[in-house]
C-alpha cells in the first residue's frame, strides 16, 4: 500500500487524535456537553479519531522506501488479525455475562488505532534491525 499524504500529515494526524481525547474534556468541564448532546459529541470524538489515524496510516514516512510499504502492508494484515480476536473476546465475554444489549459499535475505530500501533511498531523495529546490521 503506498502512502498518499505527505510526511506533515503523521504528526498532524497524531494532533488531531489528541484533540479528539481532550476537546469532550474540555467542553464538559465548560458544560457545553449535556446528556442531550453527549451522543453527539462522542461520535464527533469518534470520526475525529478515525480521520487521525487514517492520516497517520497513509502518510509518508522521512525514509519512505519499498520496505516501508511493506511494513504498511504487514500493519493491515495484523492489525486485521488483532481486531478480530478483540471484536471476538468482547463477543465472548458479553455472552459470558448475558448482556443482550450492548452492541460493539467501534470496531473500525479498534481497527485503525491496532493498525497505527503495528505500524508505528513495524516502522521502528526496522529502524533497530538497520541500526543493529
Not at 500500500?1 to 464538559?28: S, T
Not at 457545553?32 to 475525529?48: G, I
Not at 520496505?67 to 495484523?78: F, H, M, P
Amino acid at each position: 500500500m503506498k502512502a498518499l499524504l505527505p510526511v506533515y500529515c503523521r504528526p498532524l494526524g497524531y494532533f488531531v487524535i489528541a484533540l479528539a481525547l481532550f476537546i469532550p474534556i474540555l467542553l464538559y468541564m465548560t458544560g457545553k456537553m449535556t446528556d442531550a448532546n453527549l451522543l453527539f459529541y462522542k461520535e464527533c470524538s469518534k470520526l475525529l479519531m478515525m480521520l487521525g489515524a487514517l492520516m497517520i496510516i497513509f502518510a509518508l514516512t522521512k525514509n519512505e522506501s519499498k520496505e516501508t510499504e511493506l511494513i504498511r502492508n504487514k500493519a493491515v494484515r495484523n492489525a486485521i488479525f488483532l481486531t478480530v480476536l478483540f471484536i471476538f473476546g468482547g463477543m465472548l465475554y458479553r455472552v459470558w455475562k448475558g448482556d443482550i444489549m450492548s452492541v460493539d459499535t467501534s470496531s473500525f475505530l479498534i481497527f485503525l488505532i491496532l493498525n497505527v500501533l503495528c505500524l508505528e511498531f513495524g516502522i521502528k523495529k526496522s529502524t533497530v534491525d538497520k541500526l543493529f546490521r
